[in-house]
């Protein structure tokens, strides 16, 4: 049988446990639930061609612009699934009609965003 003290100690360590796992996860439940909303906010946009533009290979993961896959021409209208902020560019995800994932770059070819980016 436990005496005062012993049930004491036994509180403050369900305490200390509760602090420690439940604070690493509710930032990360936090973190997930941001990115999450992040990601929906993205894909409620869509790119509309406005000249010849090139589109590039996979998702894009940096500025890169020497992996060119095609052109797609002027009226071409794509759902954006992810947009990217890097340090030189902005980089648009999408799928195609085959089910390719390419991407686009701000500022190589001629699209627009919509509804626009803020």
């Known amino acids: 049988m436990l005496g005062y003290m012993g049930r004491h100690r036994e509180l403050k360590i369900r305490r200390m446990l509760v602090i420690v796992l439940g604070v690493p996860a509710f930032m990360a439940a936090l973190v997930l639930g941001?990115?999450?909303?992040?990601?929906?906010?993205?894909?409620?946009?869509?790119?509309?061609?406005?000249?010849?533009?090139?589109?590039?290979?996979?998702?894009?993961?940096?500025?890169?612009?020497?992996?060119?896959?095609?052109?797609?021409?002027?009226?071409?209208?794509?759902?954006?699934?992810?947009?990217?902020y890097w340090k030189d560019c902005a980089t648009l995800d999408v799928r195609s009609a085959d089910g390719r994932v390419s991407h686009f770059v701000f500022g190589v070819g001629h699209f627009a965003v919509k509804p626009p980016l803020p």
């Open 34 to 84: 941001l990115w999450a909303n992040d990601v929906r906010q993205d894909r409620a946009h869509t790119i509309a061609v406005e000249a010849p533009t090139p589109v590039f290979v996979g998702g894009g993961r940096a500025c890169d612009t020497h992996q060119q896959i095609g052109i797609v021409e002027q009226g071409a209208v794509f759902p954006v699934h992810r947009i990217r």
